[in-house]
């Protein structure tokens, strides 16, 4: 494992990534087969155009995605003011890294199976390192 609570984050925005291209490669798909051709599509278009369209499973791909351009962005800074005011150490880049997993657990869950309790769950659980992370950061950062 890294010495740097910036690592995580690099993981976490690599796999937002990884995310990106799933949601292309099944929508993609999944619109071939509904018949819906891009090239006669009305300007302005967005992906949430497609929820009444595509089969759920398909889209539940697309709303991870957007989770991950949510509170993710708050973990990012957090984990620069960690690692700009000394409180990169042991147990803060543990708690990273469990966010990071958790966020990837969540991803593959909500992506496949998406039921809301465990969903949750697992969303309650991240949240609450990136509640800790937080309150270290302001610890750190005040001195």
């Known amino acids: 494992m890294s010495n740097s609570i910036l690592a995580p984050g690099a ?14 490669v099944t929508r993609f798909s999944a619109m071939s087969k509904a018949g ?11 992906g949430a155009d497609l929820e009444g369209v595509l089969p759920p499973s398909v889209n539940w791909k697309s709303h991870n995605y957007t989770h991950l351009l949510e509170q993710p962005t708050l973990f990012y800074a957090v984990i620069v003011f960690l690692h700009l005011s000394g409180g990169d150490v042991g147990y803060t880049r543990w708690i990273a890294w469990a966010y990071v997993i958790l966020r990837i657990v969540h991803s593959l869950w909500q992506a496949t199976v998406n039921r809301i309790p465990v969903r949750f769950a697992i969303f309650s659980l991240y949240t609450l390192c990136l509640f800790a992370l937080s309150v270290l950061a302001v610890i750190a950062t005040l001195g």
């Open 36 to 46: 819906v051709d891009l090239k006669v599509a009305p300007p302005g278009g967005r």
């Open 11 to 24: 993981v976490l925005a690599l796999w937002t990534l990884i995310m990106l291209i799933w949601v292309a």
